[in-house]
């Protein structure tokens, strides 16, 4: 069965990097893309970028082009998401997906970041 | 950008009652919609995708339906397991697949 698992909480100081992975199995992972999307506290979801883990191509919603980085370990099966400079309005709870023709079908369980001094 | 508008924001009602959500493109998207559940502490789960197919394991009672800008989920008749938060999400134009911005169906 598919499933993604995603890394452990993560508490950060403003202006450092958190790294965020997010392990697929079941599938293989350069059949599809993988679909980051943030949630803040109490907040909607906020769709942030994809990455397709066959070819590396990226993409991103305008305010994340630059602070975000996403990366594939095919020998591992696993996305990596990093993101730069960090401030405290990036504290949420972060999710990867699946992406399948553009909508997301299988979602890890989600990873808090939280960001304070 | 493509803005997503859904209403009402909080929906009331009744178990066994029908309930029905809307979800406004700012653009036409085709069919390129998505419907989400999220209950509290959860990942969202996907319910309808291409504006009116219903994911695996997704029961009969959730329905999709609209194209180009206006689109509306409907739940038949509401079980205790559907009180939830409910997105939609346009997949037709990157770099952004927009989120609208939830409705609340409560008890």
Same mark, same amino acid.
């Given at each position: 069965?598919?499933?993604?698992?995603? =890394?452990?909480?993560?508490?950060?100081?403003?202006?450092?990097s958190v790294r965020v992975s997010c392990k697929a199995s079941g599938y293989t992972i350069t059949s599809h893309g993988i679909t980051w999307v943030r949630q803040a506290p109490g907040q909607g979801l906020e769709w942030m970028g994809w990455i397709s883990p066959?070819?590396?191509?990226?993409?991103?919603?305008?305010k994340y082009q630059g602070r975000v980085t996403l990366t594939?370990?095919? =020998?591992?099966?696993?996305?990596?998401?990093?993101?730069? %400079?960090?401030? %405290?309005?990036?504290?949420?709870?972060?999710?990867?997906a699946r992406s399948v023709g553009g909508s997301c079908d299988y979602w890890g369980q989600g990873t808090l970041v939280t960001v304070s001094s | 950008e493509i803005v997503m508008t859904q209403s009402p924001?909080?929906?009331?009602?009744?178990?066994?009652e029908r309930a029905t959500l809307s979800c406004r493109a700012s653009q036409n998207i085709d069919y390129d919609l998505a419907w989400y559940q999220q209950k509290p502490g959860q990942a969202p789960r996907r319910l309808i995708y291409g504006a009116s197919t219903r994911a695996t394991g997704i029961p009969a009672r959730f329905s999709g339906s609209g194209s180009g800008t206006e689109f509306t989920l409907t739940i038949s008749s509401l079980?205790?397991?559907?009180?939830?938060?409910?997105?939609?999400?346009?997949?037709?134009?990157?770099?952004?697949?927009?989120?609208?911005?939830?409705?609340?169906?409560?008890?």
């Open positions: 069965q598919v499933e993604l698992v995603q =890394s452990g909480a993560a508490l950060k100081k403003p202006g450092a066959y070819n590396g191509d990226t993409k991103f919603a305008q594939t370990d095919t =020998s591992t099966n696993t996305v990596y998401m990093e993101v730069r %400079s960090l401030r %405290s309005d990036d504290t949420a709870v972060y999710f990867c | 924001a909080t929906l009331s009602v009744s178990p066994g079980q205790s397991e559907d009180f939830a938060v409910y997105y939609c999400q346009q997949y037709k134009k990157w770099p952004l697949y927009s989120f609208g911005q939830g409705t609340k169906v409560e008890i």
